[in-house]
């Protein structure tokens, strides 16, 4: 069983005696509603394809918590704990300074809920928050001194990279390279592997508007989903990369079939893109596309052919592009034409088969 907390929440601060939210209004952006969203779709993925259940501190209700007089999926995690573990006070009464009981309490709830359950994992979603504008961007945050939560952090990180970054509009967001260790007490109190992520800047104007794109949340949870299983099956950092493609002789009239090597963990179908960059005056070059509908479609292929007559060299870029627009960098290769026949091809393709990546020297 895996933890997904949904930071913060609305709770009863006792020395002003009156109900408030824990993060402030920045940029159309409450961390404190706007988290649930982001656990939703993670309980999802990992439910999904992770194939584990999946434990929120914080309900999804959306009937009235009469005290508070909000839905009960505003409210902070606390106040749901007492009502569906009302035996176990340890877990939303936990002993705290006189300060601010329930802010404290609702904090400490979330590792404790994972201690008393046992989970396997903790994961802790935030959004993050600076008083100036200019910070931006992912960071994943684990226990200082505990190894096996930084490789956790590191694989989150690596994964939500590949994925924000993979889709229309977000090649450039900043997703750190390296976790940050630090002594949170969401992380120090849980007694497993345990991250806080902090998805993006609220404070920022760009992130803000990130946050509430729903692509852009879909993404981020894909990839803490992907980091968390790839780690649990003892799998490191491996984006998604298609191996060098060594340049080709081909005769005219002929086609070659070229195995493509490749790198990361796809999740498909996985369409492979064959581009061309360069084509010689006076021809025309044709792109091609193989889908692999599973990860038994092996070995991975592609089908370049020369239609006629002519000798010159045809560059093209060749990716893969995964099911959750995963796109691996373009790998530059060339195809060299040839006149006559015999010369290392196969049997010719159609012309008109969209598979195939095609240069034609027109007549």
Known sequence: ?????????????????????????????????????????????????GRMPVIRPRT??????????????????????????PDNSEIWNSPVGDGNRDYDQDLRSRPLLANHLETEVALHLHTNGSESEIPSGTRVIYQTGREEDRALAGSVLC??????????????????????????????????????????????????????DPVFREASMKGVEKGYRLWREGKGCNPLKVD???????????????????AGFPQYPVVIETKNVACPPGWKCTDGAVTLPDPD????????????????????????????????????????????????????????????????RLL
């Open 1 to 49: 069983m895996a933890m997904v907390s949904a930071a913060h929440g609305y709770y009863r601060h006792q020395r002003k005696q009156a109900w408030l939210w824990q993060r402030p209004l920045m940029n159309d952006v409450r961390e404190d509603l706007i988290t649930p969203a982001y656990a939703e779709e993670l309980k999802h993925w990992i439910q999904e394809r």
């Open 60 to 85: 999804s209700s959306v009937d009235l918590h009469e005290d508070s007089g909000v839905e009960w999926w505003q409210v902070a995690a606390k106040y749901h704990l007492a009502e569906r573990f």
């Open 159 to 212: 994964y939500m990279r590949e994925l924000i970054t993979g889709q229309d509009g977000y090649s450039g967001f900043n997703v750190e390279a390296d976790p940050r260790s630090d002594n949170k007490g969401e992380n120090r109190i849980a007694k497993m592997a345990s991250i806080i992520i902090e998805t993006a800047f609220h404070s920022n104007p760009n992130d803000a508007l990130a946050l509430q």
């Open 244 to 262: 060098p493609i060594a340049t080709i002789r081909v005769a005219a009239g002929q086609s070659r079939v070229v195995d493509l090597g490749f």
């Open 297 to 360: 479609s092996k070995p991975a292929q592609i089908t370049l052919r020369c239609e006629n007559a002519g000798s010159a060299p045809i560059y093209w870029d060749t990716r893969m592009v995964d099911d959750d627009g995963v796109k691996s960098p373009p790998v530059r290769h060339i195809v060299q034409c040839v006149r006559g026949s015999g010369v290392l091809a196969s049997p010719a393709a159609h012309a008109d088969d969209g598979r195939v990546a095609t240069a034609r």
